[in-house]
């Protein structure tokens, strides 16, 4: 699981790089020169392309954490293991759940905060406080992609976490397999 969680959290924070980068090179977002709408249109892209493959790369841990955390429970329940697995894998998952959660709705809310400061929509948020909506845009952006970096450290060091306890309890389950003359399991995990 973990070089397939960071080959996509990699490609969503590449894209949302992106997506600023593309921002910032914008000039007059209202001008009607066909580069400067070029450049727009290659921003909106990026950053929707990114916002779904952050969604995508959230959601894979939630549902990886979920999943574990199930066979967890009914391997400790049939081979009455220790629960000091399972505790430790519902406490990873309960303590990565804020991030991924504020993340993604940092990350919707940058995107809002754009659609809102489009000039080529009729909302015609102009901004508040004194700060243009474009710079609020630009504030939210950076803040969502920094949490979304935060939130992919923390899980990936929670992923590599719930591994190693996959695998401790797999040398546990052979043992007590190999103390009942049982085979070993079919599929030993090697890479989790």
């Known amino acids: 699981m ?40 290659r921003h909106l892209l990026m950053a929707m392309g990114g916002l779904i493959v952050a969604l995508m790369v959230h959601g894979l841990v939630l549902t990886y954490f979920m999943g574990t955390g199930r066979w967890m429970e009914e391997t400790t329940n049939s081979y009455g293991l220790d629960e000091k697995w399972r505790r430790e894998n519902s406490s990873l998952k309960y303590r990565t759940l804020p991030l991924m959660v504020a993340s993604v709705s940092l990350l919707i809310v940058a995107g809002a905060f754009g659609a809102a400061a489009d000039p080529a929509t009729p909302v015609g948020f102009q901004g508040w406080l004194g700060i243009s909506s474009a710079t609020w845009h630009f504030l939210m952006a950076m803040f969502a992609i920094g949490l979304h970096l935060i939130a992919t450290i923390v899980e990936y060091l929670a992923i590599s976490r719930n591994g190693e306890l996959i695998r401790e309890i797999m040398q546990d389950v052979g043992r007590i397999r190999r103390e009942h003359g049982l085979p070993e399991p079919a599929s030993q995990v090697t890479s989790v």
């Open 2 to 41: 973990n070089r397939i969680f960071l080959s996509l959290a990699v490609v969503s924070t590449l894209l949302l790089l992106l997506a600023m980068g593309f921002g910032l090179w914008i000039e007059d977002a209202a001008s009607r020169d066909p580069a400067e709408q070029a450049i727009v249109t």
